[in-house]
T-cell receptor, first 114, second 113 residues
Framework: DGGITQSPKYLFRKEGQNVTLSCEQN?????MYWYRQDPGQGLRLIYY???????QKGDIAEGYSVSREKKESFPLTVTSAQKNPTAFYLC?????????????FGEGSRLTVL | KNQVEQSPQSLIILEGKNCTLQ??????????LRWYKQDTGRGPVSLTI?????NTKSNGRYTATLDADTKQSSLHITASQLSDSASYIC????????????FGKGTSLLVTP
């Protein structure tokens, strides 16, 4: 079945370590996104990519990095520069722009910093 | 500033009862409004998406309404089931906003037996 796969589901990290969250989609969507979700807050955009080898910063990109080497894949690296990385991370994709096309989400990855 | 406000923050209802969730927004110029259902620990799933010209849209027991004049939307759940327990998120997009979406904080619904 088509969809978005995020891994791992749960991840624990020590302070000072970088971690990479995987996001793979087989929907043939051009656009992919990473959002961060914290309790009591709306989703916030970290990075998005419209096409392969291109990506743009969202509202809270500091301390994060991404790559888009393949249409299907959009991994997110949470670096040691991110001061408060504990959160639920959601990957999404859409056919066109997020403001007009339907957004499809993965199941999320929960990162906890110990 | 584009904002999306949802109420109530949380709600508890008995199984079989109906409920209505509210979403008020200040996003302009308006493009579309969506409602998502998010089960605990999982990704959001789309329920409805409405454009300016649509004032009602249904998806099974879920019915969304939109009043673009007052900038208000509601999500009505009929004959609630235990599986309706989730967070419901209102998302509003503006025209020509590119990839930016305005997310509400969600309403947490608990349906009890």
């Amino acid at each position: 079945d088509g969809g978005i796969t995020q891994s791992p589901k749960y991840l624990f990290r020590k302070e000072g370590q970088n971690v990479t969250l995987s996001c793979e989609q087989n929907l043939n969507h051009d656009a992919m996104y990473w959002y961060r979700q914290d309790p009591g807050q709306g989703l916030r955009l970290i990075y998005y990519s419209q096409i392969v080898n291109d990506f743009q910063k969202g509202d809270i990109a500091e301390g994060y990095s991404v790559s888009r080497e393949k249409k299907e894949s959009f991994p997110l690296t949470v670096t040691s520069a991110q001061k408060n990385p504990t959160a639920f991370y959601l990957c999404a994709s859409s056919i066109g722009g997020a403001n007009t096309g339907e957004l499809f989400f993965g199941e999320g990855s929960r990162l906890t910093v110990l | 500033k584009n904002q999306v406000e949802q109420s109530p923050q949380s709600l508890i209802i008995l199984e079989g009862k109906n409920c209505t969730l509210q979403c008020n927004y200040t996003v302009s110029p308006f493009s579309n409004l969506r409602w998502y259902k998010q089960d605990t620990g999982r990704g959001p799933v789309s329920l409805t998406i409405m454009t300016f010209s649509e004032n009602t849209k249904s998806n099974g027991r879920y019915t969304a309404t939109l009043d673009a004049d007052t900038k208000q939307s509601s999500l009505h759940i009929t004959a609630s089931q235990l599986s309706d327990s989730a967070s419901y998120i209102c998302v509003v997009s503006a025209e020509n906003s590119g990839y930016a979406l305005n997310f509400g904080k969600g309403t947490s619904l608990l349906v009890t037996p």
